[in-house]
C-alpha cells in the first residue's frame, strides 16, 4: 500500500491567514494527488485533482503544488467558510488511499 | 447534474451482511465511469473500500476483499455494496462517489459524493 502522511493533523487559523498542508506519499506517485474538503457531517468535496489542477467551481484562493512524494495544500487567505478538515488522495496505485486528515479549527 | 443517494439498513447485527444501494440520477452508469464506495468510521478518516466499472470490473481494497462484493445495474441505474461477516470495526458513514478515472494522464478521483449513510453494527 501507499501510505499517505498529512502534516499537521490539525492548526488553529484566523480568518485572512496564509494556510499550507503537506501531504506526503510513501513512495513516488508523480502527480497523481487529489485534495478533498469536508465540512462536519457532510461529504467530502474534491478540491484540487492531478496535483495541481483546480475543480470547477472551487475558489482560485485553494491551489495545490507537488510531485513525487511531497505535496501541498494552500489557502491563500482564510475564509469563515473554510474551516474543515482537508484529505489528500493517491491515484497511483490502484489501491487508492488518503491521508488521515487536517482539520483547520478557529483560533 | 449528477447526484447519489444512499441507502439501506442503519443497523446490521454482527457476522451478518451489510447491504447498501447507490442510486444515481443525472446520468446513466451504463454510458461511462467508474462508481467506488468509501467508508468513514466515526471520527475517523477515510477508507476506500472498492469501485466498478459499468461494464462489471471491479477493484476491491485487499484489506476487506475476502468479504467485499461491488455490483451494478444498469437497469435501475445504481450500484450497490455487499459486506459479509461484519463486525462492530465496520461501523462507519458510507460513503457512494462517482469515480473519474483518466488513466496516466490525470489519475483518478471522487466526484461527487453521496450524502453518506450510517451503518451501525450492534446486537
Known amino acids: 500500500d501507499i501510505q499517505m502522511t498529512q502534516s499537521p493533523s490539525s492548526l488553529s487559523a484566523s480568518v485572512g491567514d496564509r494556510v499550507t498542508i503537506t501531504c506526503r506519499a510513501s513512495q513516488s506517485i508523480s502527480t497523481y494527488l487529489n485534495w478533498y474538503q469536508q465540512k462536519p457531517g457532510k461529504a467530502p468535496k474534491l478540491l484540487i485533482y492531478a496535483a495541481s489542477s483546480l475543480q470547477s467551481g472551487v475558489p482560485s484562493r485553494f491551489s495545490g503544488s507537488g510531485s513525487g512524494t511531497e505535496f501541498t495544500l494552500t489557502i491563500s487567505s482564510l475564509q469563515p467558510e473554510d474551516f474543515a478538515t482537508y484529505y489528500c488522495q493517491q491515484s497511483y496505485s490502484t489501491l487508492w488511499t488518503f491521508g488521515q486528515g487536517t482539520k483547520v479549527e478557529f483560533k | 447534474q449528477v447526484q447519489l443517494q444512499e441507502s439501506g439498513p442503519g443497523l446490521v447485527k454482527p457476522s451478518e451482511t451489510l447491504s447498501l444501494t447507490c442510486g444515481v440520477s443525472?446520468?446513466?452508469?451504463?454510458?461511462?465511469?467508474?462508481w467506488g464506495w468509501i467508508r468513514q468510521p466515526p471520527g475517523k478518516g477515510l477508507e476506500w473500500i472498492g469501485t466498478?466499472?459499468?461494464?462489471?470490473?471491479?477493484y476491491y481494497n485487499p484489506s476487506l476483499k475476502s468479504r467485499v462484493t461491488i455490483s451494478v445495474d444498469t437497469s435501475k441505474n445504481q450500484f450497490s455494496l455487499n459486506l459479509t461477516s461484519v463486525t462492530a470495526a465496520d461501523t462507519a458513514v458510507y460513503y457512494c462517489?462517482?469515480?473519474?478515472?483518466?488513466?496516466?494522464?490525470?489519475?483518478?478521483?471522487?466526484?461527487?459524493w453521496g450524502q453518506g449513510s450510517l451503518v451501525t453494527v450492534s446486537s
Open positions: 443525472g446520468y446513466s452508469i451504463s454510458s461511462d465511469y467508474h
Open positions: 466498478i466499472y459499468h461494464s462489471g470490473i471491479t
Open positions: 462517489a462517482r469515480q473519474l478515472w483518466f488513466g496516466d494522464e490525470w489519475g483518478s478521483w471522487f466526484d461527487p
